[in-house]
């Protein structure tokens, strides 16, 4: 490939391009755009955004690495640090779920999992991580998988949803971002991504 | 008096989530209804009906609603805040998932009346269904004419986006929530009188309105039933018309969202959620995890009410509301409070950044046994020292809920200093 050496590698799919022309229509200027763009990027990189992934987005919306990498690591949701396992799972440790029995969940998860909040198992399959109020307390102890609430949780409900999980290839980090990239976008928009795919496939 | 359904009456029907039971069930009346009235006019509804933010702060919704420039020279913006990050709070989410048109509606009729061309739903990440339900309800509208040019054929033009935060509390602070939809990292921004108010000059320096979901949520039926007939709802109380939406959760039997009528008393909402579950009650904190803790004996004369939630100490805030039975641990449950807040921090001032740290450590070795006895002191000082210093609201809701307990369960405090335990023992 032959690019200018200010140009990064550019890993973003027809798709990907198509999504983030939309969403520059959705605002006045290209900076609006880095939030929804690093999203698409979490997607696109497989649930991570290492500086590769900032420096595409930072470059695609004519900003600088570093303005792109502050604005990323402000929000926990955006994975710049290390690459998670496959599936991330986030337990409300908050108010009303540590008064509802979120601290015996978390205690049977690292059991379970033979890791401790904020490791990742050695086969890169799960990733466990203490949250913050996921608002929906009504359920608590509530635990959050990508793009899924599950509570109230017990001991056999989390089994259960580790077989389910171990079985499930996508990684649920990056449904959770594809999920977050649909639901900026009208139907057309959605439609005109679906048709870049398709035109590269054929 | 019980659940008085408003917002929620038709919650637990999925038609209200389709355009076309929404329509059938009384949908786009209050649109169709301000379409035929002069903007002002929709405004004066607004005030007749006494309706105050639902975000936390109760400001009156008509006076940001009036704020905006009646004379347009730059674009005008909307935005629902749907950040809900509140700890206790999940009505916004509720009413997303199952009265999305609500939402797009109420957002609607504030675009007309404030001739915004552009609005935002500013929704937290991690609220996907919430979302997905957005998505869907506004792709709808947009099919039926309902969104885009020429709205309901009125010669109204109003675009409707979603846009998703990250993981921030913060950026549920109506500053912050701007920096993050502009492509920033959510640190709050100057304000007035230092600034020019959002309805002035918010996103991108234009005049913007901005409320919370259950605000908008409100203006079809004030709209469509007339703003009189709304405040006769809850008119018992001194300033508080209408509805409120509670999440109630904690040690309670049904916990889920109960909408009452101003002038309720804060025993019904317990009764609402089946009662207490594993032990008597023994603290609430009725507004979210901001707002100070009642005990018992409170809770037993607090009426829902923004003024009168005050005279016992406390606020309706978000309407989070935390019922906790007497196996609790009141040390533990605000040590956890402060754990919040020092990490949701920003970091952008002082005294909230360092504030926020020391109440976490003072009260972490607290709970460790290795309090000292001017501890208690100490945490009062630094409280005082953030509140009504810090640069947002952030600090001060870190503040309250901690000076609060001191004041309500300074009991409990001092056994931890004298004994290096707890006095509840563990259910
Ligand atoms: C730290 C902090 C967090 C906040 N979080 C929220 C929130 O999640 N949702 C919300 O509607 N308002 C939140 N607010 C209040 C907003 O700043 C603002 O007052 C509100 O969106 C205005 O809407 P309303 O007048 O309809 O209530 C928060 C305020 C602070 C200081
Ligand atoms: S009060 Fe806290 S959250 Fe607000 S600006 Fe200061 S440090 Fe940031
Ligand atoms: S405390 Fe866990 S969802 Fe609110």
Same mark, same amino acid.
């Given at each position: 490939m032959s690019?200018?050496?200010?140009?990064?590698n550019?890993?973003?799919?027809?798709k990907?391009?198509?999504?983030?022309?939309?969403?520059?229509t959705?605002?006045?200027?290209?900076? $609006?755009?880095i939030l929804p763009?690093?999203?698409?990027?979490?997607?696109e990189?497989?649930?991570?955004?290492?500086?590769?992934?900032?420096?595409?987005?930072?470059?695609? &919306?004519?900003?600088?690495?570093?303005?792109v990498?502050?604005?990323?690591t402000?929000?926990s949701m955006?994975?710049?640090?290390?690459?998670?396992?496959?599936?991330?799972?986030?337990?409300c440790?908050?108010?009303?779920?540590s008064?509802?029995?979120?601290?015996?969940?978390?205690?049977y &998860?690292?059991?379970?999992?033979?890791?401790?909040?904020?490791?990742?198992?050695p086969?890169?399959?799960?990733?466990?991580?203490g949250v913050?109020?996921?608002?929906?307390?009504?359920r $608590?102890?509530?635990?959050?998988?990508?793009?899924?609430?599950?509570?109230?949780?017990d001991e056999?409900?989390?089994?259960?949803? &580790?077989?389910? &999980?171990?079985?499930?290839p996508?990684?649920?980090?990056v449904?959770?971002?594809?999920a977050l990239?649909?639901v900026?976008?009208?139907?057309?928009?959605r439609?005109?991504?679906?048709r870049?795919?398709?035109?590269v496939?054929? | 008096? *019980?659940?008085?359904?408003?917002l929620?009456r038709?919650?637990? %029907?999925?038609?209200?989530?389709?355009?076309?039971?929404?329509?059938?069930?009384g949908?786009?009346?209050?649109?169709?209804?301000?379409?035929?009235? %002069?903007?002002?006019?929709?405004i004066?509804?607004?005030?007749?009906?006494?309706?105050?933010?639902?975000?936390?702060?109760g400001f009156?919704?008509?006076?940001?609603?009036?704020?905006?420039p009646?004379?347009?020279t730059?674009?005008h913006y909307?935005?629902?805040?749907?950040?809900?990050? /509140?700890?206790?709070?999940?009505?916004?989410k509720?009413l997303?998932?199952?009265c999305?048109?609500?939402?797009?509606?109420g957002?609607?009729? =504030? =675009?007309?009346?404030?001739?915004?061309d552009?609005?935002?739903i500013?929704i937290?990440?991690?609220?996907?269904?919430a979302?997905?339900?957005?998505?869907?309800?506004?792709?709808?509208?947009?099919?039926?004419?309902?969104?885009?040019?020429?709205?309901?054929?009125?010669?109204m033009d109003f675009?409707?986006?979603?846009?998703?935060?990250?993981g921030s509390? +913060?950026c549920? /602070? +109506?500053?912050?929530?701007?920096?993050?939809?502009?492509?920033?990292?959510?640190m709050?921004?100057?304000?007035?009188?230092?600034?020019?108010?959002?309805?002035?000059?918010?996103?991108?320096d234009?005049?913007?309105l901005?409320?919370?979901v259950?605000?908008y949520?409100c203006a079809?039926?004030i709209?469509?039933?007339?703003?009189?007939?709304?405040?006769?709802?809850?008119?018992?109380?001194?300033?508080s018309r209408?509805?409120?939406?509670f999440?109630?959760?904690g040690h309670?039997?049904?916990p889920?969202n109960?909408?009452?009528?101003?002038?309720?008393p804060?025993?019904?909402?317990?009764?609402? =959620?089946?009662g207490?579950?594993?032990?008597?009650?023994k603290?609430?904190v009725p507004? *979210?995890?901001?707002?100070?803790?009642?005990?018992?004996?409170?809770?037993?004369?607090?009426?829902?009410?923004?003024?009168?939630?005050m005279?016992?100490?406390s606020?309706?805030?978000s309407?989070g509301?935390?019922?906790?039975?007497?196996h609790?641990?009141?040390? +533990?449950?605000?040590?956890?409070t402060?754990?919040?807040?020092?990490?949701?921090?920003?970091?952008?001032?002082t005294?909230?950044?360092?504030?926020?740290?020391?109440?976490?450590?003072?009260?972490?070795?607290?709970?460790?046994?290795?309090?000292?006895?001017e501890?208690?002191?100490?945490?009062?000082?630094?409280c005082r020292?953030i509140?009504?210093?810090?640069?947002? *609201?952030?600090g001060?809701?870190?503040a309250?809920?901690?000076?609060?307990?001191?004041?309500?369960?300074?009991?409990?405090?001092?056994?931890y200093?004298?004994?290096g335990?707890?006095l509840?023992?563990?259910g």
């Amino acid at each position: 490939m032959s690019q200018s050496p200010d140009t990064p590698n550019l890993r973003f799919s027809a798709k990907a391009v198509a999504e983030l022309e939309s969403l520059k229509t959705h605002y006045p200027n290209l900076k $609006a755009c880095i939030l929804p763009a690093l999203w698409i990027a979490q997607r696109e990189y497989g649930g991570h955004l290492p500086p590769e992934a900032i420096a595409e987005v930072a470059h695609r &919306l004519k900003r600088s690495p570093a303005e792109v990498q502050g604005v990323a690591t402000f929000y926990s949701m955006y994975n710049t640090g290390h690459k998670p396992g496959r599936h991330m799972i986030e337990v409300c440790t908050c108010l009303t779920c540590s008064v509802c029995g979120a601290w015996d969940v978390a205690a049977y &998860l690292e059991q379970k999992l033979g890791i401790k909040m904020g490791e990742t198992t050695p086969d890169g399959m799960f990733t466990l991580h203490g949250v913050e109020c996921l608002n929906a307390c009504d359920r $608590a102890p509530l635990i959050q998988v990508g793009d899924e609430y599950h509570g109230p949780m017990d001991e056999q409900k989390i089994d259960a949803l &580790l077989e389910r &999980l171990r079985n499930e290839p996508e990684s649920k980090v990056v449904a959770l971002a594809d999920a977050l990239v649909q639901v900026h976008l009208k139907e057309e928009e959605r439609e005109k991504a679906r048709r870049a795919a398709e035109a590269v496939r054929n | 008096m *019980g659940e008085y359904k408003l917002l929620l009456r038709h919650s637990h %029907d999925p038609a209200y989530a389709t355009l076309d039971g929404y329509q059938r069930l009384g949908g786009y009346e209050g649109l169709r209804k301000a379409l035929s009235m %002069d903007r002002q006019q929709v405004i004066d509804e607004v005030k007749t009906s006494g309706l105050r933010g639902r975000g936390g702060a109760g400001f009156p919704a008509w006076i940001k609603w009036n704020g905006l420039p009646k004379q347009k020279t730059k674009p005008h913006y909307l935005i629902c805040n749907a950040d809900e990050g /509140e700890p206790g709070t999940f009505k916004d989410k509720q009413l997303m998932e199952t009265c999305p048109f609500l939402v797009v509606e109420g957002m609607t009729i =504030a =675009a007309y009346a404030t001739q915004a061309d552009v609005g935002y739903i500013y929704i937290r990440g991690e609220f996907v269904d919430a979302a997905r339900s957005m998505r869907r309800a506004i792709d709808e509208a947009y099919r039926a004419g309902l969104l885009g040019k020429n709205i309901l054929g009125a010669g109204m033009d109003f675009e409707l986006h979603i846009h998703t935060g990250a993981g921030s509390y +913060e950026c549920g /602070e +109506e500053s912050a929530l701007m920096s993050s939809l502009m492509g920033e990292r959510g640190m709050p921004r100057l304000k007035f009188p230092h600034a020019p108010l959002p309805t002035i000059s918010g996103l991108w320096d234009s005049p913007t309105l901005i409320n919370n979901v259950e605000t908008y949520a409100c203006a079809p039926f004030i709209l469509s039933n007339g703003g009189a007939w709304y405040a006769s709802i809850g008119a018992s109380t001194k300033n508080s018309r209408g509805t409120k939406i509670f999440s109630v959760s904690g040690h309670v039997r049904k916990p889920g969202n109960y909408e009452v009528e101003f002038g309720t008393p804060l025993m019904e909402l317990l009764e609402l =959620a089946g009662g207490m579950k594993g032990g008597a009650l023994k603290a609430c904190v009725p507004g *979210g995890s901001s707002v100070p803790i009642l005990d018992a004996e409170a809770c037993q004369k607090a009426i829902i009410g923004y003024e009168e939630m005050m005279e016992v100490g406390s606020m309706v805030g978000s309407g989070g509301c935390m019922f906790l039975n007497e196996h609790t641990d009141i040390v +533990e449950f605000i040590w956890r409070t402060s754990m919040f807040y020092k990490d949701e921090s920003c970091g952008k001032c002082t005294p909230c950044r360092e504030g926020t740290r020391w109440m976490f450590l003072i009260l972490d070795r607290i709970k460790a046994g290795q309090g000292r006895p001017e501890d208690l002191q100490l945490l009062e000082d630094v409280c005082r020292q953030i509140d009504g210093r810090s640069f947002c *609201g952030l600090g001060d809701a870190a503040a309250w809920p901690v000076a609060g307990a001191l004041k309500v369960f300074r009991h409990e405090f001092e056994h931890y200093v004298r004994h290096g335990r707890s006095l509840v023992a563990r259910g």
